[in-house]
């Protein structure tokens, strides 16, 4: 018999952590044990990003993530508005540069 009583968690925070990091980037890897969530930061114009966070987590703890992003997505849907996705990609400007 499974004990489906909810549990109230009480979540603390320090304050560096509370500042948080902008992220407009994310890039995700995994293997058969572990779902890596590499969050970062990229400028118009450049080709680099700059990683600000890691988080490494399990299969199970990832399938969590995901419903919860998805239900979240779906109330700020249904306060705001649909998420615009139809930005057109930005290209990169490169400059013709003599490298002799």
């Given amino acids: ?3 489906d009583k909810t549990v109230a ?7 560096a952590t509370a500042q948080g990091h ?5 890039n ?20 680099d990003v700059t990683v600000v966070s ?15 992003l998805q239900q979240n ?9 649909p998420i615009r996705s139809d930005f057109q990609t930005p290209l990169l400007e490169t400059t013709d540069t003599p490298t002799n």
């Fill in 28 to 47: 995700i890897l995994h293997n058969p044990t572990e779902f890596v969530f590499d969050f970062g930061r990229t400028v118009p114009g450049r080709p």
């Fill in 54 to 68: 890691r988080i490494l987590t399990t299969p199970f703890h990832a399938r969590q993530f995901l419903r919860a």
């Fill in 9 to 15: 968690v009480k979540m603390t925070i320090d304050e």
């Fill in 73 to 81: 997505v779906e109330l700020y849907e249904r306060q705001y508005g």
């Fill in 1 to 3: 018999m499974t004990d």
């Fill in 22 to 26: 902008y992220a407009n980037f994310a």
